[in-house]
């Protein structure tokens, strides 16, 4: 048994190792966007005309200040809206708009009971996501989440990208808000990793990888590909499914912006089950996912760190250390770069801390990825 253990240790360390290696590679392939000397040198005549699309639900602490950044947008006001659509909440996240409305014209919002009764659906965001696009008149959509603070130079940044590589979806930078707290240390350093992974991967076309607090695609390709038909029976995934539908069906016309003004903060979860609850509902996409690339990729991460586990179960000490020696390097090497984009590289002094922490989440992770419900936002999903 500690034989056969070994051998498959080593042989996922391997692998384990060389997919770092490979995402380390393509993520320093990448290279700053290079915007405009001034990012208003483009005649009003040639902006993009943006819809901000945000599906809120119960966000009343959150929505006033996600709407406030994007409203100071350093773009004309008049080449972009925002559309809310309020996902049948329970607060007064709707209330707080419809208040904002009165001093914003290009601020509009949508209420999800309008169109749907409450546990008709299964994929409420993708439902407000389509509602929003509908309603839209930008030739642009971009999507973030109503936690969410955005960078003033955000659209201007979205609008030089488009006219300069003429993309169908464009996938951006995403990082939590940094505090106080060893829960949200974790967070940073594990969300470091997930935004590295998706820089690289988009980069080098190898998966449909995204993050709906951040992105844009252009409403004549979601047209195209028919919105989220086939995969709004899926609660989760409005980001991810649409990418890989457009990179399938549109000659992979798939970008990433890879600018620092262009990274949208949003918020960590406040506890520990929030934490895991994010994470099934993350993972649980690639049960869906036609792009299977990410699914093995998800089962090697877990044979491997699972692998852990067995070794302090049988008491094999020695070769725990030395496969936890191996898993730390190579994921500082891939990290060290990630972090310096982010400058967050104070947060790897706390890598070697977390080792234990991370290993198990992925493991729990892992074991309850096929979970029929979970909960999220105060709603059972299924």
Same mark, same amino acid.
């Given at each position: 048994?500690?034989?056969?253990?070994?051998?498959?240790?080593?042989?996922?360390?391997?692998?384990?190792?060389?997919?770092?290696?490979?995402? @380390?590679?393509?993520?320093?392939?990448?290279?700053?966007?290079?915007?405009?000397?001034?990012?208003?040198?483009?005649?009003?005549?040639?902006?993009?005309? /943006?819809?901000?699309?945000?599906?809120? @639900?119960?966000?009343?602490?959150?929505?006033?200040?996600?709407?406030?950044?994007?409203?100071?947008?350093?773009?004309?006001?008049?080449?972009?809206?925002?559309?809310?659509?309020?996902?049948?909440?329970?607060?007064?996240?709707?209330?707080?708009?419809?208040?904002?409305?009165?001093?914003?014209?290009?601020?509009?919002?949508?209420?999800?009971?309008?169109?749907?009764?409450?546990?008709? !659906?299964?994929?409420?965001?993708? #439902?407000?996501?389509?509602?929003?696009?509908?309603? %839209?008149?930008?030739?642009? !959509?971009?999507?973030?989440?109503?936690?969410?603070?955005?960078?003033?130079?955000?659209?201007?940044?979205?609008?030089?990208?488009?006219? &300069?590589?003429?993309?169908? $979806?464009?996938?951006?930078?995403?990082? /939590?808000? #940094?505090?106080?707290?060893?829960?949200?240390? $974790?967070?940073?350093?594990?969300?470091? %990793?997930?935004? =590295?992974?998706?820089? %690289?991967?988009?980069?080098?076309?190898?998966?449909?990888?995204?993050?709906?607090?951040?992105?844009?695609?252009?409403?004549?390709?979601?047209?195209?590909?028919?919105?989220?038909?086939?995969?709004?029976?899926?609660?989760?995934?409005?980001?991810?499914?649409?990418? *890989?539908?457009?990179?399938? +069906?549109?000659?992979? @016309? !798939?970008?990433?912006?890879? *600018?620092?003004?262009?990274?949208?903060?949003?918020?960590?979860?406040?506890?520990?089950?929030?934490?895991?609850?994010?994470?099934?509902?993350?993972?649980?996409?690639?049960?869906?996912?036609?792009?299977?690339?990410? /699914?093995?990729?998800?089962?090697?991460? $877990?044979?491997?760190?699972?692998?852990?586990?067995?070794?302090?179960?049988? =008491? *094999?000490?020695?070769?725990?250390?030395?496969?936890?020696?191996?898993? +730390?390097?190579?994921?500082?090497?891939?990290?060290?770069?990630? %972090?310096? /984009?982010?400058?967050?590289?104070? &947060?790897?002094?706390?890598?070697?801390?977390? &080792?234990?922490?991370?290993?198990?989440? +992925?493991?729990?992770?892992?074991?309850?990825? &096929?979970?029929? +419900?979970?909960?999220?936002?105060?709603?059972?999903?299924?």
């Amino acid at each position: 048994m500690h034989t056969l253990l070994d051998w498959i240790l080593a042989i996922s360390t391997i692998l384990y190792a060389s997919l770092l290696m490979a995402y @380390r590679y393509w993520f320093g392939n990448l290279h700053y966007f290079k915007a405009a000397a001034a990012l208003n040198s483009n005649l009003p005549s040639e902006r993009t005309r /943006f819809s901000v699309v945000i599906a809120a @639900r119960n966000e009343a602490e959150n929505i006033k200040i996600c709407i406030e950044t994007i409203l100071a947008q350093n773009y004309s006001t008049d080449f972009f809206e925002i559309i809310v659509i309020d996902d049948f909440s329970e607060d007064l996240t709707a209330a707080i708009v419809k208040k904002m409305q009165e001093q914003h014209t290009n601020l509009h919002l949508l209420n999800m009971a309008d169109y749907f009764k409450p546990n008709e !659906i299964i994929s409420y965001k993708k #439902k407000a996501i389509e509602i929003g696009v509908q309603h %839209a008149k930008g030739n642009w !959509i971009v999507t973030t989440d109503a936690d969410c603070i955005i960078p003033p130079n955000w659209l201007l940044l979205f609008d030089q990208y488009i006219h &300069q590589y003429q993309p169908v $979806f464009v996938a951006a930078p995403v990082m /939590f808000i #940094k505090e106080r707290g060893l829960l949200n240390q $974790f967070q940073l350093l594990d969300f470091l %990793a997930l935004q =590295g992974i998706t820089a %690289a991967a988009v980069a080098a076309g190898k998966h449909s990888m995204c993050n709906g607090a951040n992105l844009a695609f252009e409403k004549s390709a979601f047209i195209a590909v028919g919105g989220y038909q086939g995969v709004d029976q899926i609660a989760s995934g409005d980001d991810m499914f649409l990418m *890989h539908k457009m990179k399938l +069906t549109l000659s992979n @016309r !798939i970008g990433y912006l890879f *600018h620092p003004d262009a990274i949208v903060l949003t918020q960590a979860m406040q506890n520990w089950k929030g934490f895991l609850m994010q994470r099934i509902r993350w993972s649980t996409k690639a049960l869906f996912c036609d792009d299977r690339s990410i /699914f093995w990729v998800l089962v090697l991460v $877990f044979v491997f760190n699972f692998s852990f586990l067995l070794l302090l179960l049988m =008491g *094999h000490f020695g070769s725990l250390l030395i496969a936890l020696a191996f898993k +730390t390097f190579f994921e500082l090497f891939f990290l060290e770069p990630v %972090a310096k /984009f982010y400058n967050l590289q104070s &947060q790897l002094s706390y890598f070697l801390l977390y &080792q234990p922490v991370h290993i198990t989440y +992925t493991i729990l992770a892992g074991l309850f990825w &096929q979970v029929k +419900t979970y909960t999220w936002k105060g709603r059972r999903v299924k």
